[in-house]
């Protein structure tokens, strides 16, 4: 999972915006710290679970959020900073945000439980595009 997220974290460019859906434990922080190799970033990765936000520096700077503990109040941080930002914007949670969501992004669906796993390491991921650019970036992958 490691290595795919670091391959899609070369591809991507300012004011992207990936959103992590799945369980508690199904590998959304470590596909972020996938993505931040990706982004030449080697700082420790962690969730933001109780920050909200966390940035890091790279390439370019990646917003890890964690949107699970805001609720129905998505503007209790300024989302926009980060979504119109110089940087890529990762979101855990983000289905959370509903119609706060921006009309394009990459949705990275983990599904832990899936019959088809045969141990505990293994994850299935499914990639949404919602939009152009994702749909493109997706067929590069």
Same mark, same amino acid.
């Given at each position: 999972?490691? $290595?795919?997220?670091?391959? /899609?974290? !070369?591809?991507?460019?300012?004011?992207?915006?990936?959103?992590?859906?799945?369980?508690?434990?199904?590998?959304?922080? %470590?596909? %972020? +710290?996938?993505?931040?190799?990706?982004?030449?970033?080697?700082?420790?990765? $962690?969730? @933001? %679970?109780? %920050?909200?936000?966390?940035?890091?520096?790279?390439?370019?700077?990646?917003?890890?959020?964690?949107?699970? !503990? #805001?609720?129905?109040?998505?503007?209790?941080?300024? /989302?926009?900073?980060? /979504?119109? &930002?110089?940087?890529?914007?990762?979101?855990?949670?983000?289905?959370? /945000?509903?119609?706060?969501?921006?009309?394009?992004?990459?949705?990275?669906?983990?599904?832990?439980?899936? @019959?088809? #796993?045969?141990?505990? $390491?293994? !994850?299935? #991921?499914?990639? +949404?595009?919602? &939009? $152009?650019?994702?749909?493109?970036?997706?067929?590069?992958?």
């Amino acid at each position: 999972m490691l $290595k795919f997220a670091e391959k /899609l974290g !070369r591809l991507l460019k300012a004011q992207d915006v990936i959103v992590l859906t799945g369980e508690l434990g199904a590998g959304k922080t %470590t596909f %972020t +710290k996938g993505l931040a190799l990706g982004l030449d970033i080697h700082q420790m990765v $962690k969730s @933001p %679970t109780y %920050t909200i936000v966390r940035e890091l520096e790279g390439r370019l700077p990646l917003y890890h959020m964690d949107v699970y !503990r #805001i609720g129905d109040d998505p503007d209790s941080f300024d /989302l926009d900073d980060y /979504l119109f &930002g110089e940087g890529v914007s990762v979101i855990e949670w983000g289905e959370m /945000l509903g119609t706060d969501l921006p009309q394009n992004y990459l949705e990275v669906v983990f599904d832990k439980y899936s @019959p088809e #796993i045969v141990n505990d $390491k293994e !994850r299935e #991921i499914v990639l +949404k595009a919602h &939009g $152009k650019r994702y749909e493109e970036l997706i067929e590069k992958l």
